[in-house]
């Protein structure tokens, strides 16, 4: 697959292709996508290690969380244009030391509190594979409801996700990217 973006000149209302990322709009300084990206699963040479190596090349910046505080830091400090959370994330970082029995998920305060920011940014939701139909669908109809963009079960393979990815920025930023 062969991921072809577009950067964003806000200021002419233009932009510009190319493979690389960088864009001939603005000051010769490319445009950045910030891509808030979290994960709360424990495989090796998942989706979240590998995108930002594949996506730094396209202007993409991820900023990785993996707890809900981590993820209330990230959008008080830089603008989110996408995000992709995992609902399985914890709400507190993980400490190696003192493994709680049971940890409380983040994913469904994370949703509410990217909506409630003053420019929501579309979401993929990456939910954990349920062995009961009823349970699936029903974390499938709380997350559309909720406004996620799609609903990807995990595993996620690298290429699944940036499908979904180019689909988000073609529907909510017509093929080019915002500039951060």
Do not use: K
Request: aromatic content about 4%; glycine content about 6%; overall charge positive.
């Amino acid at each position: 697959m062969r991921l072809r973006l577009h950067s964003f000149d806000s200021d002419s209302g233009t932009g510009s292709a190319r493979d690389d990322g960088s864009s001939s709009a603005g000051a010769g300084t490319p445009r950045r996508l910030n891509l808030l990206l979290t994960y709360g699963g424990w495989r090796e040479h998942a989706f979240a290690d590998q995108l930002p190596v594949l996506l730094d090349r396209f202007g993409i910046q991820c900023l990785r969380a993996q707890s809900g505080d981590e993820v209330s830091d990230v959008v008080r400090r830089a603008e989110v244009h996408i995000a992709v959370i995992d609902l399985s994330i914890p709400m507190h970082p993980r400490r190696p030391e003192a493994q709680p029995p049971r940890t409380v998920q983040a994913g469904p305060r994370v949703l509410q509190l990217l909506r409630r920011l003053d420019r929501p940014p579309p979401t993929i939701i990456v939910r954990p594979r349920q062995v009961d139909p009823a349970e699936s669908n029903r974390i499938l109809a709380e997350a559309l409801r909720d406004g996620a963009f799609t609903v990807l079960d995990d595993p996620v393979p690298v290429e699944t996700m940036l499908q979904a990815l180019e689909r988000c920025v073609r529907r909510y930023y017509r093929d080019h990217w915002p500039a951060a």
